[in-house]
Nanobody, 121 residues
């Protein structure tokens, strides 16, 4: 059974950094796209960053220049390096993936369980 397992959330002071990881477990044939979304209290879930395997990353305007997304295809893992964090970055961060477990079986919208990131002094 395929699933996404996230790690790396926590409490950080403003200006600090965090790195989130999301590993796709199970029998992975190919990863098409992986990304990160976030949902702050009282707000809709929004795209933070996404990248297709071998493609150019796409970032929300609010995180450009501060966040970096990368994929390690050998480990089926996506990372989100977050720098210069502000309280506005506080949210639950969710990993998302479009992947295949075989040539014929595709999971176009897998979600992780979410990891809480809190930016506060």
């Amino acid at each position: 059974q395929v699933q996404l397992v996230e790690s790396g959330g926590g409490l950080v002071q403003p200006g600090g950094s965090l790195r989130l990881s999301c590993a796709a477990s199970g029998n992975i044939f190919r990863i098409n796209t992986m990304g990160w979304y976030r949902q702050a209290p009282g707000r809709q879930r929004e795209l933070v960053a996404a990248v297709a395997s071998g493609g150019t990353p796409n970032y929300a305007d609010s995180v450009k220049g501060r966040f970096t997304i990368s994929i390690d295809n050998a480990k089926n893992t996506v990372y989100l390096q977050m720098n210069s964090l502000t309280p506005e970055d506080t949210a639950v961060y969710y990993c998302n993936a479009d992947l295949k477990t075989t040539v014929f079986i595709r999971y176009p919208a897998l979600w992780g369980q979410g990891t809480l990131v809190t930016i506060s002094s």
